[in-house]
């Protein structure tokens, strides 16, 4: 089995452990997990292309950071889904973190059914949850968030499990129309990555079983 593959079929302790043990070394994504601890944002966790990408990056022997543009946060506060009180969290956190070397960008998910269909083209069903914005992504491999307990513990968040990422498989996820966003990020993905396999979103036309 190739190196980067040797997570690839293990227990799920034993992933949880490897992407654990990832992200400790990045001092970017600790820094960034320390200080939303000290924020205490309601329902706050790190999530997608800074954790996946750094998986595959130390995998793979490539630079820390390396694909990453930007690191993405989400929060959940339904008791203020007006725009002001998510700008103020929005500034904060960027004057938190301004000295990392990329961008924190953090979105708070009880607003996103309030702005996604102008953007978009499509409904939104409310949230009630970060974890469950996770569960919506067009990609179950890129579902993976993390936070940092008051232990020093690091808690995965992995709606969909972690094989996908660690096999370096993308996976639609066709709970929403998102056909478009997953043919998208495969191309950038696979261009930065060559080692990943590209599942195709499903063809709904297709017949089934006879």
Known sequence: MASHLRFSGADADVQNAALR???LAQPALMQVL???RTMALPD???VAGAIYNEVWNALTGRPSLYGVSDIDVFYFDASDTGWDAEDRTIKAVQTLFS???VPVQVRNQARV??????????PFAPLTSSTEMLSRFASRTHAVGARLRADGTIDVVAPFGLDDLFSFRLVPNPVLDNRLTHARKSERAKAMWPELIIIPWPDQNAPGPT
């Open 34 to 36: 320390e200080g939303l």
């Open 21 to 23: 043990t990832i992200i």
């Open 44 to 46: 706050h966790m790190l």
């Open 113 to 122: 059914h309030l702005w996604f269909e102008e953007k978009f083209g499509s």
């Open 99 to 101: 000295s990392l070397p």
